[in-house]
């Protein structure tokens, strides 16, 4: 089933793709709220963690840093220099991300849980510094992959085999392509001998 354009993905295989992702192929983070779905989803806080503190100013962040790594990472893609945006990037990095801890959860199994509540500048230093590893690191700098999707921009690592990944998603751009290419083939189909316009 394809993904409405609202939903918030996970599925591009870095923390800092699926920030970029969220404006992809229109804005998913339109507020507060869905920066917290983000943040849990992303596993860049382990469920349950409290994000009382997460607000306007928080969204207009994540939003600056997302618009940053997109050049950064269309940079890369693209074979151009973007070195004033990496210098903001390692910048970010320089922030140490909140430091994880092992508690013993309701049923006995030890969960993750962060040492102290997450600040905005501790968060956007995770992003950063899974970009920076995902820049800096020939073999997944050399699965980025753009979207081939029809008006879709989005990067992605392509992991599969053969490394012949075309779309962000199958269910969503390849889906949308299959159908396209359907309708073009039955556009093509001859009808008592004049071809069909539709």
Known sequence: MAAASHELRFDTGRLCLDLVA????????????????????????????PL?????????RFQG????????????????????????????????????RAVRGPGGLL???LAVAP?????????ARDAVDLLTDPVARGQLRQCEGESCSLVYLDTSRGRRRRWCSSEVCGNRERVA??????????????????
């Open 22 to 49: 969220t404006a992809e192929p229109a804005e998913r983070l339109d507020g507060p709220r869905r920066l917290r779905s983000w943040l849990v989803g992303a596993r860049t806080v382990p469920p349950g963690t």
């Open 52 to 60: 009382d503190a997460v607000d306007a100013d928080w969204l207009v």
């Open 65 to 100: 840093v997302r618009d940053l790594l997109h050049r950064v990472v269309h940079a890369e893609i693209a074979g151009r220099a973007a070195d004033p945006d990496l210098e903001r990037v390692n910048a970010l990095a320089a922030t140490a991300p909140p430091a994880p």
């Open 111 to 113: 969960v993750r849980s």
């Open 119 to 127: 600040d905005c500048g501790a968060l956007l230093g995770q992003v």
């Open 181 to 198: 290419r359907h309708r073009r083939r039955a556009g093509a189909q001859p009808v008592n001998g004049r071809a069909l316009n539709g």
